[in-house]
């Protein structure tokens, strides 16, 4: 059987990533598309238990490299029991931030460590997306609808404007490293509207069997 195709969602905190990744999800499924929805950091249940340890308590909590790890760790769990396994079989899988998350935040927010994040995902991953929506945002509306929504995993979301303008930036740079598997959607327009043009980009893919 052929693999399904391997779709991410990137972008800064409040972009849209998860209505986008769940609205695709909707529309393909709905069209009699298999796929499966699924998120990082988390999307398997050890991936679940590291999501805890990492987006909760203190901002000092775990150092640069720590972080990295447990990250990777948990992508590592995903990819065999969620990720690999509706590949495999055939499954379309949508996966809310991906590799390139740890690629920009990591690398832009706790020094420059995209060296040590690339040797261990070639290293523990060695996968990447066949196709990458990078939803782009002012960092401004961005900030303000993920403080909105506010709740118990805050370890992240207190970077500020400027380090949001950063990682915007970072993800922007990301999409003309990698053309190939990248698209950039403008994310300051009414939901349905993004969906339209992602749903139009994903059925363009080939490997997609709608
Ligand atoms: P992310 O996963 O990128 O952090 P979400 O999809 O969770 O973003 O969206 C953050 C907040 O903004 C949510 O409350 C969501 O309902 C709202 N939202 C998402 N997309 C839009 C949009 N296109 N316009 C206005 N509000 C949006
Ligand atoms: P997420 O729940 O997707 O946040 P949001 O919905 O606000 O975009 O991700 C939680 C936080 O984890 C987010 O601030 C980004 C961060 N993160 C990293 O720093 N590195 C990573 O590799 C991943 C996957 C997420």
């Given at each position: 059987m052929a693999s399904g195709l391997f779709i991410t969602f990137e972008g800064?905190?409040?972009?849209g990533k998860s209505t986008q990744a769940r609205l695709l999800h909707e529309r393909l499924s709905g069209a009699g598309t298999p796929a499966v929805l699924t998120r990082e950091p988390g999307g398997s249940p050890g991936a679940e238990e590291i999501r805890a340890l990492l987006l909760?308590?203190?901002?000092?909590?775990?150092?640069p490299h720590t972080e990295i790890l447990l990250f990777t760790a948990a992508r590592r769990d995903h990819m065999e029991k969620t990720i690999e396994p509706a590949l495999n079989a055939g499954k379309t899988v949508i996966c809310d931030r991906f590799a390139d998350s740890t690629r920009v935040y990591q690398g832009v927010t706790?020094?420059?460590l995209r060296p040590s994040v690339d040797q261990l995902h070639s290293l523990m991953i060695g996968r990447e997306p066949d196709l990458t929506f990078?939803?782009?945002?002012?960092p401004a509306i961005g900030l303000r609808r993920a403080r909105a929504r506010?709740?118990?995993?805050?370890?992240?979301?207190?970077?500020?404007e400027d380090m949001q303008r950063r990682m915007r930036a970072g993800f922007l740079a990301l999409a003309s490293e990698f053309p190939d598997r990248c698209r950039v959607i403008?994310?300051?327009?009414?939901p349905g509207a993004i969906a339209d043009d992602i749903l139009a980009v994903t059925r363009a893919q080939p490997g997609l069997d709608t």
């Open positions: 800064i905190d409040g972009s909760e308590g203190a901002p000092d909590r775990w150092s706790r020094g420059d990078i939803i782009d945002i002012d506010k709740g118990s995993e805050e370890r992240f979301e207190d970077f500020g403008d994310g300051d327009r009414a």
